[in-house]
Structure formats: structure tokens, C-alpha cells
């Protein structure tokens, strides 16, 4: 059984930093890409990063580029989204998730994942 456990969300004040990780485990983790996403109150479903399984290759959305960098450990089986000048409208629940099929390439759309974890709250405060 495929399990992803986010960890490291928490309440910040605006400009501070957070730092997100996500285990995986019932899966070979290194053959899998591997995604952020957030959810807002209220709001879709909105990707924030991706990282291809090698490490290589990451994608962003525009509302995060430069300020987010997605990173991962393939020998400690997680997956990191370093997150610096928070904003307030950063605030939603982040999930990690696991594409379908190994060796598929990063994607921003959420149905391309098949594996998601339980979400971790980051609240950012004016």
C-alpha cells in the first residue's frame, strides 16, 4: 500500500520561511515523479511543483517560481518544497503526490497523480 505523510507546515508571518517534506513509502520511490500541490478554503486544486524521478528536471507554477524550489532524496525516499518569501495567499493545505506510472514525467495536472497524502496546513499571516 502506497503511503505519503507530508510534515513541516505550520503558521509563519509574511516574508518568513516553511519548509515541507514528504515520505513515501510502499513504492519504489526513485521511479516516480513526485508533486506539490495546495488547496485553498473554497478553491480547486492548484499546482505549486514537480520534480522528475531522477531529480533533473522541475516545474513550477508562475505564482511560486522563484520563490519555492521542490528537491528530493531518492535514498531517503522524500521529497522537500523549500518555500521562502511567504505570502498571505500561500495559505492553503499542501499535499504531496505520486504519479500514476514510474518513469512518468512531471505533470501540473492533479489527475495524472495517483497517490496523494493527507495535506499539511500553512498558514501565512499579514
Known amino acids: 500500500q502506497v503511503q505519503l505523510v507530508e510534515s513541516g507546515g505550520g503558521l509563519v508571518q509574511a516574508g518568513g520561511s516553511l519548509r515541507l517534506s514528504c515520505t513515501a513509502s510502499?513504492?519504489?520511490?526513485?521511479?516516480?515523479?513526485m508533486g506539490w500541490f495546495r488547496q485553498a478554503p473554497g478553491k480547486e486544486y492548484e499546482f505549486v511543483a514537480a520534480?522528475?524521478?531522477?531529480?533533473?528536471?522541475?516545474q513550477y507554477s508562475d505564482s511560486v517560481k522563484g520563490r519555492f524550489t521542490i528537491s528530493r532524496t531518492n535514498a531517503k525516499t522524500a521529497v522537500d518544497l523549500q518555500m521562502n518569501s511567504l505570502k498571505p495567499e500561500d495559505t492553503a493545505v499542501y499535499f504531496c503526490?505520486?504519479?500514476?506510472?514510474?518513469?512518468?514525467?512531471?505533470?501540473?495536472?492533479?489527475?495524472?497523480?495517483?497517490?496523494w497524502g493527507q495535506g499539511t496546513q500553512v498558514t501565512v499571516s499579514s
Open positions: 503526490a505520486a504519479r500514476a506510472s514510474a518513469g512518468a514525467w512531471p505533470s501540473e495536472y492533479s489527475f495524472d497523480y495517483a497517490h
Open positions: 510502499g513504492l519504489t520511490y526513485s521511479d516516480y515523479a
Open positions: 520534480i522528475h524521478w531522477s531529480g533533473t528536471r522541475t
